[in-house]
């Protein structure tokens, strides 16, 4: 049965006295099997709670809310039953490339879509039954985010690892369609892999599903300095990252006029392996998969665009500032840090942490890690304020990949530690220290207190 971690303060669920230990077992008659029956049973307004509590009492709780209203429960697993594994032993998987010793949380092979439909994650549908199929379909469980990489069977069988599940995704991918279930898909560049013609093949199969397939973003594999033992990938070079835009270029130009949207779409770092310009925001249709490191250059380029003619021409005080980026993004932080230092008795100096822990050839700033933010930041000059993007947080709580905490780095480098949204608004209002206006989750609150009397 579900069983409750922790009761939120103020929640519903506090305040019909459930408890962490509590077992939910049935919500309005209907039993409790993982989050998709929990989410699906309290849209509703009168609601009727089966708990067996921690104390062995079994209670009857009736109650009125908002149709939309959360019980504010956390639970023991985030699918509240166990989390359905990965069966695949990809050739790219980067969980396979982390160092050993790494907490627990981070060595999990997660392939579950109920956490693709609640939250987004990516999953490959290689662990599926026909009745996990079935119950997609019945509950319209939608969009679905999927890892598809290719669309060749035998292909798809060797990347992926996995010769009994693995080619059958065009099958699962139709069945979904015909069942009304949006989807976005993904490709994990390889080279010398499922690159070239293999691209050309898995995008033209895909397009064909639209608009069931909504979206297709193709993302550079990720190699980390910790890959022995397995299979012999490289990097994608600059020649490598041209030939997969002017690909994706051409299909977009023979998908726009038959779809009214380009499809699929090359990830930023793409463009920054290239040295190229990023496109504009048309490019992007949606910009449906943002969060997968498509457009999110152009939305920071963007949104500081539209910044600043809000930016003040100076401070009443002087201020120094720090800030963290990957060297994949470097170039844009660069060119908006110029533009800041304009502005009288404000200094923005941008960090660009080499990945020392995963291997240099890893530049996104999502995994960047405490140490090596130590270890670079320390030896330069004293800010008064060090901004680090929220995305290098991977837990609920303050830590990052390495565990190092942000309280340590802030201690090690003797300065403020302000974590912000990985936005444009995040990096200028962090700047200039209007900490007041950014959109910053509740459990950065008392950095940012802290971060704005300084």
């Known amino acids: ?25 049935a919500i309005n008659g209907q039993p409790i099997r993982d989050i998709v029956d929990v989410q699906f049973a309290i849209a509703c307004e009168e609601m009727t709670i089966e708990v067996k509590k921690a104390s062995g009492e079994d209670w009857l709780i009736e109650v009125d809310k908002d149709y939309d209203e959360d019980l504010g429960i956390s639970w023991e697993n985030p699918t509240v039953d166990k989390v359905k594994l990965c069966h695949n032993k990809c050739v790219f998987c980067f969980v396979d490339q982390i160092p050993g010793n790494m907490r627990k949380t981070l060595n999990m092979r997660d392939d579950d879509y109920r956490l693709s439909f609640l939250h987004g ?21 939608s969009p679905l985010n999927i890892s598809v990489h290719t669309t ?42 499922n690159d070239g013609e293999e691209l050309e093949r898995t995008i033209e199969e895909l397009s064909a599903f639209y608009p069931a397939v909504r979206t297709l ?34 299909w977009q130009d023979r998908l726009r006029p038959l779809l009214g949207a380009n499809f699929v779409h090359a990830a930023d770092e793409f463009y920054v392996i290239a040295g190229a310009q990023v496109p504009t925001a048309l490019y992007y249709d949606e910009f449906a998969q943002i969060e997968n490191g498509i457009g999110l250059i152009r939305t920071f380029q963007d949104g500081f665009a539209r910044l600043e003619s809000e930016m003040p021409s100076m401070l009443q005080r002087k201020r120094k500032v720090g800030v963290v980026t990957g060297t994949s993004a470097s170039r844009t932080m660069f060119d908006s840090a110029e533009r800041l230092n304009r502005i009288e008795n404000l200094t923005v100096d941008i960090h660009v942490i080499e990945n020392r822990f995963y291997g240099e050839q890893v530049t996104v700033t999502g995994l960047i890690t405490g140490q090596d933010i130590i270890a670079q930041v320390k030896p330069k000059a004293k800010s008064d304020v060090l901004i680090i993007p929220d995305v290098m947080l991977k837990d609920d709580r303050d830590v990052f990949l390495d565990d190092y905490t942000v309280e340590r780095v802030q201690a090690e480098l003797s ?39 300084s």
């Not at 973003?217 to 835009?245: N, Q």
């Open 152 to 193: 060749n069977p035998e292909l798809r069988k060797k990347m992926l690892g996995n010769k009994k599940r693995a080619g059958d995704i065009l099958d699962q991918i139709r069945f979904l369609a015909d069942a009304g279930i949006e989807m976005n898909t993904q490709v994990v560049l390889c080279p010398n892999w």
């Open 217 to 250: 973003s193709i993302v550079p594999v990720g190699l980390t300095r910790h890959r022995k033992g397995l299979p012999e990938l490289r990097t994608v070079t600059k020649d490598d990252a041209f030939d997969a835009i002017i690909r994706i270029g051409k």
């Open 1 to 25: 049965m579900p069983k409750v971690l922790q009761v939120l303060p103020g929640s519903l669920a506090e305040e019909i006295e459930i408890e962490a230990g509590d077992d939910i077992v």
């Open 415 to 453: 300065t403020t530690v302000l974590i912000v949204p990985t936005t444009a608004s995040g990096f200028v209002y962090g700047a200039i220290g209007k900490t007041a206006e950014l959109p910053v989750r509740r459990r950065y609150e008392a950095t940012l207190r802290s971060a704005s009397s």
């Open 121 to 141: 994650n990516f999953v490959t549908l290689t662990n599926l039954k026909q009745e996990d199929l079935d119950r997609i379909a019945t509950l319209k469980m």
